[in-house]
C-alpha cells in the first residue's frame, strides 16, 4: 500500500485525515488530548467555537446514523454548518467528474467529510480539493471510527499501552484500521478472522514491517480473545456486501462474540463495537447489554474526536 503523504497546496499546508498510516504517534495523540479538552468544554458549557462561520460538506454514498449526526452536531458545537450531500441527489450520482466537485467545493467550504466505496475515491478528492478531506468510511478504513473507539479505550483503561486487543470477525475495513493502529501505537492486536475473510494483506504487511508489538493474524477466535484486555467486532457483511449475506453467515458461524468466548478473556476486558450491530450474529445480546460493554461511550465518542480532527485540519489549531 502507499502510504498516503498530506499534499501541500501552494501557500498554505494542506492536511487530509484518509488513513492512520499518515500520521505519527505524537500527532494521534494529540487528536485524543484535544478531543477530551473539547469534551470537557462541551459538558460544562463553554464556548468552543474554533470553526466559527466554517462548513463542512459531508457527501454520503452509502447510509450512516453515527457518522452523519456526530460531524453535523460537531460542527456546529464549533461554530461552524455542516451541509448534508446525498450522492444520488447531487450532481456526483449523474456522473460529474469527482474532480470537478472537488473544486467546485473547495469554493465554498472550508472542508468535505466522505463516506464512500474505494480508498482510491477519497484520495482523488483529496487531491483536487484545496481543503481538507476527511475519511468517513471506505471499504479499507474507517479511521474517525478507530480513534473514538482509542478514545474510549483511554478513558476505561487510562491508556493503551501493554494492552492486549482482540478483533473477532470480518477483516474489513475497521480490522485494516485496528491493524494501521496497532502499529503506529504498539499495542498488541490479534485478530480472528475466517480463511477467505482476512484483512487487507497490503496493510497487514504494511503494519508488520514497522510494528513494535505482535499483530496476530488466526482463524481461532479463542486464540484473539485469550487474556485480551479490549474485544472489538463488526457486522459479517459491510455496506456494499449485502448480496454476500447468505454465504458469510455460514462462513462467519462461530466467530461470534459470546458470553462463552469472553470467558478467557481477562476480568477487567471491555468489549467496543462501532455500531450499528447484528444481535446474535456477530454479537450477543447479552455482551453488547452486558456490564463491559463500552459501546455508547464509543458511539458519543466519535462526536468528541471528530470536533478535534475538524479543529485540527479546519482550523488554526
Ligand atoms: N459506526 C458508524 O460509522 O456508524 P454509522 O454507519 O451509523 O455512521
Ligand atoms: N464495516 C462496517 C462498518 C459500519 C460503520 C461497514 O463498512 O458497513
Known sequence: ??????????????????????????????????????????????KHRLLKGKTLAMIFEKSSTRTRVSFEVGIYQLGGHGLFISSGASQMGRGEPLKDTARTLSRYCDGIMIRTYGQEIVEELAHYSTIPVINGLTDLFHPC?????????????????????????????????????????GFDLALACPKGYQPDKQVL?????????????????????????????DVWASMGMEAEQRARKEAFAGYQLNGQLLKSARPDFVVLHCLPAHRDEEITDEVIEGSNSVVWDEAENRLHIQKAIMAQLMGSR
Open 205 to 233: 504487511d504494511w503494519a508488520l514491517s514497522r510494528a513494535t508489538s505482535r499483530i496476530v493474524l488466526t482463524d481461532d477466535p479463542k486464540v484473539a480473545a485469550d487474556g485480551a484486555d479490549v474485544l472489538n467486532t
Open 145 to 185: 471510527q478507530v480513534m473514538a473507539d482509542l478514545l474510549t479505550v483511554i478513558e476505561h483503561k487510562g491508556g493503551y499501552a501493554g494492552l492486549k486487543f482482540a478483533w473477532i470477525g470480518d477483516g474489513n475495513n475497521m480490522a485494516n484500521t485496528w491493524i494501521e493502529a496497532a502499529a503506529i501505537f
Open 1 to 46: 500500500m502507499r502510504p498516503y503523504i498530506a499534499c501541500t497546496r501552494g501557500k498554505n499546508m494542506k492536511k487530509d485525515f484518509l488513513a492512520l498510516n499518515a500520521f505519527t504517534k505524537d500527532e494521534l495523540d494529540n487528536l485524543f488530548k484535544l478531543a477530551t479538552e473539547l469534551k470537557l468544554k462541551q459538558k460544562n458549557g463553554d
